[in-house]
């Protein structure tokens, strides 16, 4: 049914939350955080929308989703529709309404946001998408068009798989190769579970293969073939490269090589590859001492301090050497990690890593900060306060400062343009390499991003690609 409310009306209903696992039990277990809205809440929100003749909420999103034609499906309780929809511009709802950072996007350019708190953009999304599932709605597109040409895609992230999707559907031949033994990339390796479930993950990347896709795993670009030999014995014809950014970066400081130090990285692909969060049904090597320090202030952090708390670490501090306010990680994140008892130390900064006799982490040594003038980045530069130094007892360190991409595909590909972070090289607008048939998107050329940029990456890439071979074929009628 449309929505008949004044919009002054819909202005009183207050923006409606997601029922969530209480923080007491929460982190006692790896079970989802947030389990969403129901029905009653999300039909409750829809209504909250103004329906805007100019919905800007539409250029805020990444992938140009439908916002308000999915929600008007919603009202209609076509729950169905409304996950097509979204599908139109974006195959992974349900991902996307779990760890987009919609505040940053759709919602912050919310017409009702001026006044009240936005419309619940990605709620809503995730509403529709677990519906859609909970209830079996989902039926693949039928792709008619079929395209004679090979196309080859590097890579199952977030970036892959959009890029994948959206070659399908115009009727290429697509195969996604994966270098680890399950799909999905950063999404599977660097989410953990009480954010992202593997269920979901897998549930949508199916749907990817169900549309057409084929997915070889175990197949190391760079290593069991090079890009050269994808196109030139394998036969495909254009290229994607989204591999991510899996190599972590390090704070250079005394005390990284004891044990009980790790990258985020490590210690999230550990948890989420060897299950440690299936203990002890699972027996995956991770020492948790009862005190842990997690540094760095993104979401990546945020996951490797919660991850820990729920493996066993009594006191989990988050250390970040500038305010609350400059953290990049995501509000609801934060909010989260606060209620479960992260111990929060900002303005702080590390200095060294202590070890005891057997080369074991005992303890690390920090510095307070202030913060001066704003530096390049446009954040304000913390500055070290002399005399403030001291140290706390932990067990282990993680670090959570930033990767950069693995440089396999970069070092076997000849003509590759590179940039000095070990990045590729690409045309913005097309997402096109310094070669004309290899593109490029997501965390291998940004160095580390977010999953809807990622898909925003792929889907440019696709529309290129598309153009590029459709070109190719009008050249070679030319030439005969």
Known sequence: MPNTLKPSERMKIPRQHSIEQPSTERTKNFNEVSFGLNEELALLEAKRCLDCKNPVCIDGCPVRIDIPGFIIKILEKDYAGAADKIREANYLPAICGRVCPQEDQCEIVCILGKKHEPVAIGKLERFVADYEMANNLFKSPVVNNHIDKKVAIVGSGPAGLTCAAELVKLGYKVTIFEALHATGGVLRYGIPEFRLPKEILDIEVNRVRELGAEILTNFVVGRTATLDELIDEMGYEAVFLGTGAGTPNFMEIPGEHLSGVLSANEFLTRVN???????????????????????????????????????????????????????????????????????????????????????????????????????????????????????????????????????????TTPGLGISKRGTVVVDNKTMVTSRPNVFAGGDLIHGGATVILAMHDGKLAAASMHEYLQNVDKEEKVTK
């Open 273 to 411: 590859f060897m299950k440690a969060y299936a203990f002890p049904e699972a027996d995956t090597p991770i020492k948790i001492g009862k005190q842990i320090a997690v540094i760095g202030g993104g979401n990546t952090a945020m996951d490797a301090v919660r991850t820990a708390k729920r493996l066993g670490a009594e006191q989990a501090y988050l250390i970040y050497r500038r305010s609350r306010k400059e953290m990049p990680a995501r509000v609801e994140e934060v909010m989260h990690a606060e209620e479960e008892g992260i111990e929060f130390m900002m303005l702080t900064n590390p200095l060294r890593i202590i070890g005891d006799e057997f080369n074991w982490v005992k303890a690390i040594e920090c510095q307070k900060m202030e913060l001066g003038e704003p530096d390049d980045s446009g954040r304000r530069k913390p500055i070290p306060i002399k005399g403030s130094e001291y140290i706390i007892e932990v067990q282990n360190v993680i670090e959570a400062i930033g990767q950069k991409p693995n440089p396999i595909i970069q070092a």
